[in-house]
């Protein structure tokens, strides 16, 4: 349990600091880089919701 929530704020963090230095570079590029993140977190949460569901209905 804790060892999940410790890879999570440490997700969290890695994904902000690649936003933040990418927007060291360019402001549009630190939107850019955490809006690609947020659809691949998205893509990630939706594909795990969906094998949960199908692993509990059978």
Do not use: E, K, N
């Not at 927007?23 to 795990?48: E, F, K, Q, T």
Request: glycine share 16%; aromatic share 10%.
């Amino acid at each position: 349990m804790l060892i999940t929530l410790i890879a999570f704020i440490v997700g969290l963090v890695g994904a902000g600091l690649v936003s933040f230095g990418a927007w060291l570079v360019a402001p549009a590029a630190g939107y850019i880089v955490a809006g690609l993140l947020c659809l691949a977190w998205s893509y990630l949460a939706a594909r795990a919701a969906s094998r949960g569901a199908h692993l509990g209905a059978g």
